[in-house]
Each structure stands twice: as structure tokens, then as C-alpha cells.
T-cell receptor
Framework: DAKTTQPTSMDCAEGRAANLPCNHS???????VYWYRQIHSQGPQYIIH???NNETNEMASLIITEDRKSSTLILPHATLRDTAVYYC???????????FGKGTRLHILP | NAGVTQTPKFQVLKTGQSMTLQCAQD?????MSWYRQDPGMGLRLIHY???????DQGEVPNGYNVSRSTTEDFPLRLLSAAPSQTSVYFC????????????FGQGTRLTVV
């Protein structure tokens, strides 16, 4: 499986856009990019995923570079409730395993 | 639609005891998995299943057994609990259409003394 590299931690002011980067330089053509987050000690929560095109849903936007070697998760108007650990995962759609890395701890500052 | 339900939420075991952590999903998902999360650490995959009757090992399978007799249930058995198994355990159920989206339970907090 391709590995991902994320910053250990990031800060963002409340109300601003939070941009979380992820490098996945060894990603294969059939691998998707998934984002999950874990708030405090709760179970992880799915946010968004994509293959090649940029994606947007009610929670966030996912921007994938043209070469697919990196991506950015965007939370358009961060709130205090967005404080969490954010995990970027790459995995083939047919693969049955989701392997988590260490993620980015995002702090939203009031 | 309850999603993924884990029981119990909290458990204290003595070293050497055995127990089963329950996980049930009502979304008719084929894929289910178990993770453990140690304090301040990320999630590590223990075992997973791609359907009833089929299971496979994840990253840290030692000391745990699983079975999948029905689509809905995926219990995790600790054979002989050790203090190193003190952790929070999460069960996940995953869709298989149009990209995989995993739904997680709220976790079982296990302490082995």
C-alpha cells in the first residue's frame, strides 16, 4: 500500500479555512485518497474520498494534484468542533483493509 | 438504523481472563474490521472480514481471534488477556460500492490488570 505523509499538527483560527496537506508520492493508479477524522476519543468519522477529480461534500473539499502525488483537505469555515486528528489514507478500492497512519492533529483556535 | 454497535463500552479484566467484544452492524455491509488504539497513538488493524465465513489478519493479530458467522456480527475474542492489551477497541463496517466508506462504533475501553 502507498504510504502517506502528513504534518504532525496544525493550528487554524476559527472561521478561517483549514487546509490539511497530505503527500502520497507512491500512490498507484487504482488507489483512492480517503480522509477520516477522530474527535477526542470517539470512533473515526469518514469525511471524503477521491480518485482523480476534486471532490466536495457537506463537510469538506478534497483537492488532488494532477499527478496525484499529493492532496489537500479543506474545511471551508473551521469551528471549534473541527478540532480533531485528521487521517489521510490511500487504498485500492478493491482492497479490504484501511490502514491508518499517525494523522495531523488540527487545533482550531478561538 | 443504529449503524455499528459495540458492547460493552467499558470492561476491566484480570490477567489471563478471556472475553468477547461484540460488534454488530445493521447496514448489510460485507466488510468489517477491528482496530485497537493505545493512548496517544493511531489505530492499528487487528483482524478484518470480507464477508460471512471469511476472516484475515491485520497488523497486530496476536492474542485475538475472530469469526464471522453472519453478515451482521463480528465478535473479537481475547483468549488470555494481558496488560499489553489494555486499549480502546474500535469496530468498523465498510461499504463496498463506489469507494469504501467505513463506519466506526464508539469503542470499547478495555483495561487488563
Amino acid at each position: 500500500d502507498a504510504k502517506t505523509t502528513q504534518p504532525t499538527s496544525m493550528d487554524c483560527a476559527e472561521g478561517r479555512a483549514a487546509n490539511l496537506p497530505c503527500n502520497h508520492s507512491t500512490i498507484s493508479g487504482n488507489e483512492y485518497v480517503y480522509w477520516y477524522r477522530q474527535i477526542h476519543s470517539q470512533g473515526p468519522q469518514y469525511i471524503i474520498h477521491g480518485l482523480k477529480n476534486n471532490e466536495t461534500n457537506e463537510m469538506a473539499s478534497l483537492i488532488i494534484t494532477e499527478d496525484r502525488k499529493s492532496s489537500t483537505l479543506i474545511l471551508p469555515h473551521a469551528t471549534l468542533r473541527d478540532t480533531a486528528v485528521y487521517y489521510c489514507i490511500v487504498s485500492p478500492n478493491r482492497d479490504d483493509k484501511i490502514i491508518f497512519g499517525k494523522g495531523t492533529r488540527l487545533h482550531i483556535l478561538p | 438504523n443504529a449503524g455499528v454497535t459495540q458492547t460493552p463500552k467499558f470492561q476491566v479484566l484480570k490477567t489471563g481472563q478471556s472475553m468477547t467484544l461484540q460488534c454488530a452492524q445493521d447496514m448489510n455491509h460485507e466488510y468489517m474490521s477491528w482496530y485497537r488504539q493505545d493512548p496517544g497513538m493511531g489505530l492499528r488493524l487487528i483482524h478484518y472480514s470480507v464477508g460471512a465465513g471469511i476472516t484475515d489478519q491485520g497488523e497486530v493479530p496476536n492474542g485475538y481471534n475472530v469469526s464471522r458467522s453472519t453478515t451482521e456480527d463480528f465478535p473479537l475474542r481475547l483468549l488470555s488477556a494481558a496488560p499489553s492489551q489494555t486499549s480502546v477497541y474500535f469496530c468498523a463496517s465498510t461499504t463496498s460500492r463506489g469507494g469504501r466508506q467505513a463506519f466506526f462504533g464508539q469503542g470499547t475501553r478495555l483495561t487488563v490488570v
